[in-house]
């Protein structure tokens, strides 16, 4: 899955906060990515607000900006972030507007008023409830859920109460074509926050698993543009290490689409017999694990059970006869994998 957004040119209070989607043509669609596309419209044509909730690599994002690129309204696009105020979301003062009339209309008198506003400037949250905007709201959950607070009232009652420094302007009734493509990943440990069971309320889950074979061997030969026969055995190679779980980090369709591009930039020979093709492997997929000199003898079965994997799935294609030719080739091969990074 991939999709494309670009900055909109047209109409609007605030340009540079908003973007129009559009659905790149080499988006991979299989039945799954459908039936989720389906669902996640269904629930923003009923006026409600979606989640796309899954691990890192599963196109959470992707599939929100494609999302978003079929409703055809223009996007705002925010990053949660530990940083994260209410302000950032709705706006804030920016400095003062002067004012200053002279009248001269009788020459003899001379009256002078002058005048001093605090001037507002709309934020992203803001600008999105005002004009109907698509709000797509990626990783919301590494804000605090006090910077989130304000979206409670917005999704149920439909009205964004702005901060008592907006004087003119106490609140604002949205936009009814306003709405909200969260996303967020479950599994991460470090900088994200519990969202608060009042806002996961309001909004629908949808769940976003590990993409099954078909749409890892579409999107990694898309994206790296390596026909789908060389794609398999890699996609097969990757997915059967996954499976073992012997790893820190999971690999995910990412570590695929680096190996399949870098296979054809480099025009490798996708078997064990082609040594720097073997250290892509090792590079890609040993980096999911941990280096440390107390996990010396983990590392080890690590990198056998990866050889292992590519000797299956990327089987030889030389003549199992024995020759010197093989022993030189078995020789540079162990030789590779015993430098290799993993």
């Not at 949250?125 to 009232?153: K, Q």
């Not at 440990?189 to 769940?207: C, F, K, N, P």
């Not at 097969?236 to 591009?261: H, N, S």
């Not at 078997?271 to 492997?281: A, E, L, N, Y």
Request: hydrophobic fraction near 35%; charge should be negative; charged fraction near 25%.
């Amino acid at each position: 899955m991939n999709s494309n957004l670009r900055a909109t040119n047209s109409g609007g209070p605030d340009i540079s906060k908003t973007m129009m989607p559009e659905a790149r043509e080499d988006f991979v669609q299989t039945e799954s990515v459908k039936s989720i596309s389906r669902r996640a419209l269904a629930y923003i044509n009923a006026g409600y607000s979606v989640h796309f909730r899954g691990p890192a690599g599963t196109g959470k994002t992707t599939m929100a900006m494609h999302t978003a690129a079929l409703l055809g309204r223009p996007v705002v696009l925010i990053t949660g972030d530990e940083e994260m105020i209410t302000s950032n979301l709705v706006g804030a003062e920016s400095g003062y507007n002067y004012r200053k009339v002279t009248d001269n209309y009788i020459h003899t008198v001379s009256k002078i008023e002058e005048s001093s506003d605090r001037s507002w400037n709309d934020h992203r949250l803001t600008t999105a409830c005002r004009e109907g905007y698509t709000l797509i709201y990626d990783e919301f959950t590494r804000s605090r859920a006090e910077a989130n607070n304000v979206l409670l009232s917005v999704l149920e009652e439909g009205i964004l109460v702005l901060p008592a420094q907006n004087r003119g302007e106490p609140f604002i009734k949205v936009h009814p074509n306003f709405r909200v493509i969260f996303t967020s990943n479950p599994q991460e440990y470090a900088g994200v926050h519990e969202a608060q069971d009042a806002l996961s309320d309001r909004i629908v889950t949808i769940d976003i698993g590990e993409a099954d074979r078909e749409l890892e061997v579409s999107i990694a030969s898309s994206r790296s543009g390596l026909e789908v026969a060389k794609t398999e055995p890699i996609v097969d190679m990757v997915r059967a290490f996954r499976d073992t779980g012997e790893y820190d980090q999971t690999p995910t369709l990412r570590a695929c689409i680096v190996i399949c591009r870098m296979v054809a930039n480099e025009k490798l020979n996708t078997t064990i017999d082609d040594p720097f093709f073997v250290q892509i492997c090792l590079d890609v997929l040993g980096s999911k694990s941990t280096f440390g000199g107390k996990e010396h003898d983990k590392r080890t079965q690590q990198r056998k059970l990866l050889l292992d994997n590519l000797k299956h799935y990327c089987p030889s294609k030389v003549s199992t006869k024995p020759s010197a030719k093989d022993d030189e080739s078995k020789s540079t091969l162990i030789q590779v994998s015993s430098r290799g990074s993993l």
